[in-house]
């Protein structure tokens, strides 16, 4: 007889769980308060972005991901790109940690290359070529659009694993082996909390006891009035150089920062950096901030995109790009630079939670991961 799995939230983190659970033979029960996804999985960039990752478990969990990713795309029919990423310098401090990583990944079996500007004009649209000195090539990356997916892959795991979904309730109590919500209850061997920052009000006292916090982002999506127009690949400027993990391998990346601390500040205070993925039907999707605490305005501020368009315009063509849509989102994140949480809350209650911003690089691979390791 099949143990049962309960699994609270239909964000990617949720479905990872439901997808690994069912796996390993579990009968899966997804609820989820609203009608769909509308959180932090479907406001983001839809970037599947290995690159970002240190080398060893956690490079091996973005593959991991990715290969799922693409998988499961196949099966649906939703769109995906293997673009790769390319991050591009317009000073010589940028490029002098452009060539370190190179050697660095190249060490480390990392597809990469460096390319000249005439070679990324050749090959690249969109990007502006005053000034640039160059640019690193990573093969790793790939989009999908968040929307749509997130979609479809309720419809993938009830077709391919028989998961269960119940949709547009509310959880309002979990204890051992039981959930309620509304009216109802419904019991499981397993129940496992993938909620996101939502899992607070749940289990108030171990959300305040962990060091974590909320992120809000701002982000954008443009279309070009060239209906046919493609970059080729995800475009970065160099101020993700030290938004990401990997990237602090190089050994000339303090001095960088060092200058944008003096030159930049303003960015580094609302935590922008500023990246273009563009989805199946053309759209530019652009970002973001980063603004921690526990309670944020409703509101968008103008300035942050401002801010956010300002710089785009250094590295990117963006004279035909017409706004159609801005938002934001929220997500939980480790303050002790650790990258998740697995806990057990209670006996056969567990939390899987704070991935941070990687939940679209990290979630398949971390579900299987946990639910592998602890044979839940």
């Keep these: ?53 240190p080398g060893g478990k956690m490079y091996d969990r973005a593959l991991r991901s990715r290969n799922v990713w693409k998988e499961i795309a196949e099966t649906t029919g939703f769109w995906y790109d293997e673009c790769g990423s390319l991050h591009l310098a317009y000073h010589e401090d940028e490029w002098k940690v452009l060539q370190e990583l190179n050697e660095i990944f190249n060490t480390n079996s990392r597809p990469v290359n460096l390319m000249t500007p005439s070679e990324i004009k050749e090959k690249i649209s969109g990007v502006n070529q005053h000034n640039l000195i160059g640019g690193l090539l990573s093969k790793t990356e790939m989009i999908i659009d968040p929307r749509q997916a997130m979609e479809a892959l309720p419809v993938y795991l009830s077709e391919n694993h028989n998961v269960h979904f119940i949709w547009n309730a509310n959880v ?59 970059i080729g690949t995800s475009l970065c400027g160099s101020l993700s150089l ?57 509101f968008d501020e103008a300035y942050i995109n401002e801010l956010i368009t300002s710089y785009l315009k250094t590295f990117a063509d963006t004279n035909n790009w017409k706004l159609i849509q801005s938002w934001h989102g929220i997500y939980p994140k480790m303050t002790n630079g650790k990258t998740d949480i697995f806990l057990q809350a209670e006996d056969g209650v567990y939390i899987i939670n704070g991935l941070g911003g990687a939940g679209m690089t990290m979630s398949f691979g971390f579900a299987e991961e946990i639910i592998n390791a602890y044979c839940l």
């Excluded at 419904?186 to 962990?210: H, N, R, W």
């Design 1 to 53: 007889m099949h143990k049962s799995a309960i699994v609270i939230g239909a964000g990617i983190v949720g479905l990872a769980t439901a997808r690994s659970l069912a796996l390993k033979e579990f009968d899966v029960t997804v609820i989820e308060r609203c009608g769909k996804a509308i959180g932090a999985s479907v406001r983001n960039f839809g970037m599947i972005w290995p690159i970002g990752q």
């Design 242 to 298: 030290i938004h990401y993990e990997s990237f602090k391998a190089a050994l000339s990346l303090p001095l960088l920062k060092k200058r944008y601390q003096d030159e930049l500040n303003e960015y580094l205070r609302m935590g922008i950096h500023v990246m273009v993925a563009q989805n199946g039907r053309g759209e530019l999707t652009v970002g973001d901030s980063h603004e921690y605490g526990s309670t944020f305005a409703p």
């Design 172 to 230: 309002t109590a979990v204890s051992k082996n039981n959930v309620k919500f509304g009216s109802k209850a419904m019991q499981a061997d397993v129940i496992c909390v993938c909620s996101g920052a939502d899992f607070e009000t749940l289990y108030p006292e171990k959300f305040a006891a962990l060091e974590l916090t909320k992120c809000k982002l701002q982000m954008m999506r443009f279309m070009n009035t060239d209906k046919q127009f493609k």
